[in-house]
């Protein structure tokens, strides 16, 4: 067990994101105006810390075309998935839930 919440998933944006991508099935995708919707950031905002996230190796980004015009996707990779599991892991220990 960590002293300190993950400093990636613990900033209130990327917290957002990965609530909504850890509440879909395992691989299925979100699409950025949907995840836009959920988070409630601009589109600059959410696509900064989409990159950090990625880059972070938490969320997998996907991109291509659906009916001519582009599309951009994300999901939790199995480390995003762990490292969220672990987060609310660590939030649930300050409040003494096991």
């Known amino acids: 067990m960590t002293e300190q919440p993950d ?3 613990h900033q209130p944006v990327r917290l957002k994101i990965m609530s909504a991508l850890k509440a ?3 691989k299925e ?3 950025f ?3 836009k919707s959920l988070v409630g950031a601009t589109e600059g905002n959410l ?5 950090s996230l990625e880059t972070a190796g938490y969320i997998e980004v996907a991109k291509d075309f659906h009916h001519n015009r582009p599309r951009t ?3 939790l990779t199995r480390a995003g998935r762990r490292a969220f599991e672990d987060y609310v892991t660590f939030l649930r220990s300050i409040i003494g839930e096991t």
């Open 7 to 9: 400093p990636m998933i």
């Open 24 to 26: 879909l099935p395992d």
């Open 29 to 31: 995708l979100l699409e």
């Open 33 to 35: 105006v949907r995840l």
């Open 47 to 51: 696509g900064a810390h989409i990159s």
């Open 73 to 75: 996707r994300a999901k």
